[in-house]
């Protein structure tokens, strides 16, 4: 398709946030109003998280301003001060969060097929000075988390999930969110489930968790009194309302990623096509977070992401560069995801596109990858 002929085509973006009801949004909003209690652990928000609870068969569930405070919530309930095992392959906050606390990170392959950390590569990476292991669900896809949970019992150490991308995902009938310490999933706005911003925080280990709560507010333990040194990493009623509103319509929220995936799975299915996808775990429930595919080259993938912007369809390298690049790792030292990193593209997935946005994905693609 020509410049000429997409000029006028709306534009597709790789994830737009789920809007819902305004109307739902406003009852909520109004009841904020006649309270004039707008955050500090209000109505909205103890609601929400109890729902939460419910729906992911967690308890308890705390709400946090974002991801990212979540995870140095993390690292500060679990006393962490040594170093961290962490993937390569992830957002940057993964890997920004540990750097920002002063927490020395040593980094530790991927497995090639399902793009998550190697349990090999994590035993192989801890040293004398290692205290956790971060590890990512990547695009929703669980780490193996039998293997980690017996590694970090034979080192003594805590174990912490990057589940940003992992909402409602179960592995072997449980929830995602009942493997190590504590888990964060992030509630951004671009997520499947959303508060426009936020984060939710689960696990396994209670006494983390007991702290964690004191900690998001302040440390308060009363108006006059503390448990110990706290921030500020409180969910306001104004972004639990969005939660509130979003959370009733989750089940046709992922019901329509579903069918986009199956869509997609169906048009690339096909030798044809020199595309890859990452390898869901056995066992898993996924939640059809991200369209990932793999492409045979660098350049491969350069040429099929501008062809597809002239036809105004963003895509996103997710993730790239490689963190061990970045931060202080060495590509050398990580050889499966420097090599994944590059070839790695998410294509568009929202719940609200189009069969006609869909179409057009797909044939953009096809086109691309026939050049």
């Avoid at 974002?66 to 993390?74: I, K, V, Y």
């Avoid at 396994?204 to 040194?229: C, D, I, Q, T, Y």
């Avoid at 096509?273 to 977070?289: D, G, K, L, M, S």
Wanted: glycine share 6%.
């Amino acid at each position: 398709m020509s410049n000429a002929s997409s000029k006028d085509l709306p534009p597709i973006h790789v994830t737009e946030p789920f809007l819902p009801p305004l109307a739902e949004v406003v009852r909520l909003l109004e009841g904020v109003w006649q309270r004039n209690l707008w955050t500090n652990q209000g109505p909205l928000v103890r609601e929400l998280e109890q729902r939460l609870a419910e729906f992911l068969g967690m308890a308890p569930i705390h709400l946090v301003t974002n991801g990212a405070l979540g995870l140095h919530l993390a690292f500060q309930a679990l006393g962490i001060q040594g170093e961290i095992v962490t993937t390569p392959f992830s957002y940057v906050a993964t890997t920004s969060c540990p750097l920002w606390d002063k927490l020395p990170i040593v980094f530790a392959d991927i497995e090639p097929d399902t793009l998550t950390i190697s349990p090999p590569a994590i035993e192989a990476a801890i040293t004398p000075r290692s205290e956790a292991i971060l590890a990512t669900h990547v695009y929703g896809n669980p780490c193996d988390v039998e293997a980690i949970e017996k590694i970090a019992q034979r080192h003594g150490l805590a174990v912490i999930y990057d589940a940003a991308h992992a909402f409602g995902v179960r592995y072997r009938g449980r929830s995602i969110l009942e493997w190590g310490d504590l888990s964060m999933v992030s509630l951004h706005a671009t997520k499947l489930f959303h508060t426009a911003e936020g984060g939710l925080m689960a696990g396994s280990n209670a006494a983390a968790l007991a702290k964690l709560e004191w900690m998001r507010r302040f440390g308060h333990n009363g108006p006059e009194a503390f448990h110990g040194v706290g921030t500020n990493a409180k969910m306001t009623e104004i972004h639990a309302a969005i939660g509130l509103s979003v959370l009733p319509l989750i089940a046709q929220i992922l019901a329509a990623r579903q069918a986009i995936f199956a869509r997609y799975d169906q048009a690339f299915d096909d030798e044809q096509w020199p595309i890859q996808r990452p390898v869901v775990r056995a066992e898993t429930q996924h939640n059809f977070a991200y369209y990932p595919i793999v492409l045979p080259s660098e350049s491969v993938l350069l040429r099929l992401k501008q062809t597809l912007e002239e036809a105004k369809i963003f895509t996103r390298r997710y993730f790239y560069p490689s963190l061990a690049g970045l931060f202080g790792g060495t590509d050398e030292s990580t050889p499966v995801c420097a090599d994944v990193s590059r070839r790695v593209l998410c294509l568009p997935l929202s719940a609200q596109m189009t069969s006609t946005a869909i179409e057009r994905v797909i044939a953009g693609v096809r086109r691309g990858l026939s050049q």
